[in-house]
Nanobody, 123 residues
Framework: QVQFVESGGGLVQPRGSLRLSCVAS????????MGWFRQAPGKEREFVATISWSGGTTYYTDSVKGRFIISRVNAKNTVYLQMNSLKPEDSAAYFC????????????????WGKGTLVTVSP
């Protein structure tokens, strides 16, 4: 099993930016596809973005395309999510996990979930 610690969330105004980090421990993630997911209050956890093991292929849910960028540094066992032009509907707890697939359809987390990091977008 891999453990994840997400950080970088906070309160930001609409059109602002945040950079989330996810540090993995327990084993290397360098050979794994990774994903960011989010869960808003009262809603199910949903896919946000995935990235291949090499970083060469990425996918995004339609609502964040052109605004969010997923990246990784395998030497640091870390995955990032740069979030720009934030909207109130982006408010949620954000989680990372090893991805069952990097394809958006049906992607799930492979390991136990971390505590996440809360993003609140509000004036």
């Amino acid at each position: 099993q891999v453990q994840f610690v997400e950080s970088g969330g906070g309160l930001v105004q609409p059109r602002g930016s945040l950079r989330l980090s996810c540090v993995a421990s327990g084993r290397s993630i360098s050979a794994s596809g990774m994903g960011w997911f989010r869960q808003a209050p009262g809603k199910e956890r949903e896919f946000v973005a995935t990235i291949s093991w090499s970083g060469g292929t990425t996918y995004y849910t339609d609502s964040v395309k052109g605004r969010f960028i997923i990246s990784r540094v395998n030497a640091k066992n870390t995955v990032y999510l740069q979030m720009n032009s934030l909207k109130p509907e982006d408010s949620a707890a954000y989680f990372c996990n090893r991805a069952t697939t990097i394809q958006p359809s049906g992607v799930r987390g492979m390991d136990y979930w971390g505590k996440g990091t809360l993003v609140t977008v509000s004036p």
